[in-house]
């Protein structure tokens, strides 16, 4: 049995074990403003319910391990006490995973990632459209348990509204499992899904993805791509060249024949597929050949 005291590895390696260790965990999608009024939003999966009444939830934005830096959530609620909680579903995953990238202050990750702000009811931050419960909530007490990178900061925070939408509720009014569709984070680029089991996303780019709102508009408008296809689209450093994309059609006679053809459903249904099985580069490929 392998046997570990804090003390004896490094932070970042205990961090592993730890996230390998404890799940799956539920994920905090933390909506929140800075003192200027903007927009901010970022997931944590170090977050639970801690009580119904009064109905408290509790997610740490940790500081960083590599370079004790603090996250632009931690910042924000220190600055405007209120924080939206919106629960991530398999639906939202993939763009859930692309407004965690490091975004620089000030980049509104609503848009990045393709998500819609919808107005809070009783606090300023917004809520998450797309997501299936939005809670609205004011924070009570931030508790800093260290100062150096690792260390977590707890955010208490008291539910005001919860908004929950009307086709994850069963016959008696309250949430069916199978509808809400949850996914939770485990160690590595590991979720799970509750309906299904064990999937993998790829963390996002150490560089930054363009994020869905650079897209081209006939991809980001698309009726068949879903709002995870787009957040894969998204999550690249950079459009691939013409040059590739004409090697791409020589090598791919069906995919040529496609383009030649004109149907642009046909067109993002195979783009789609290729996004499926990860083939993020094909997919981009093929909605870029003319």
């Known amino acids: 049995m392998l ?16 996230l390998g260790a404890i799940g799956p965990r539920p994920i905090a999608f933390a909506s929140t403003i800075d003192a200027e009024g903007k927009p901010n939003l970022s997931p944590f999966s170090f977050f639970n ?15 960083r391990g590599r370079d004790n830096t603090t996250k632009h959530t931690f910042e924000n609620v220190k600055h405007v006490d209120e924080v939206v909680i919106n629960i991530v579903n398999y639906e939202i995953v993939q763009q859930m995973s692309l407004s965690s990238t490091e975004y ?15 107005k809070s009811d009783l606090i300023k931050p917004f809520r998450v459209a797309e997501s299936p419960v939005q809670m609205e909530c004011k924070v009570k007490e931030i508790v800093e348990t260290g100062q150096e990178g690792g260390a977590g ?13 009307d086709e994850i509720l069963d016959e008696n009014g309250y949430i069916d499992q199978h509808k809400i569709d949850q996914v ?46 787009l957040g894969k689209l998204g999550n690249v450093e950079k459009l691939p060249e013409e040059d590739k994309i004409k090697i791409f059609l020589q090598n791919n006679y069906e995919d040529l024949t496609l383009i030649k053809e004109g149907n642009k459903q046909k067109i993002h249904k195979k783009a789609q597929l290729y996004l ?3 083939e993020i580069s094909k997919a981009w490929n093929l909605l870029l050949a003319k």
Request: aromatic share 6%; net charge neutral; with cysteine.
């Open 104 to 118: 620089a202050e000030g980049v509104n990750e609503f848009e990045k990632a393709g998500l819609t702000m919808l």
């Open 276 to 278: 499926q099985q990860e």
């Open 184 to 229: 939770a984070r485990m160690g590595g680029n590991w979720y799970t899904r509750a309906k299904t089991g064990m999937f993998e996303v790829p963390k996002p780019l150490s560089t930054l993805g363009i994020g869905v709102d650079q897209l081209p508009k006939e991809i980001r408008t698309s009726d068949i791509l879903t709002g995870n296809d």
């Open 3 to 18: 046997t570990i005291e804090p003390k004896d590895v490094t932070v970042g390696k205990l961090h592993q074990y730890l």
């Open 153 to 165: 900061n707890l955010i208490i925070c008291h539910v005001l509204k919860m908004h929950i939408k």
């Open 49 to 63: 319910v801690f009580g119904a009444n009064p109905p408290v939830l509790i997610f740490s934005p940790a500081r």
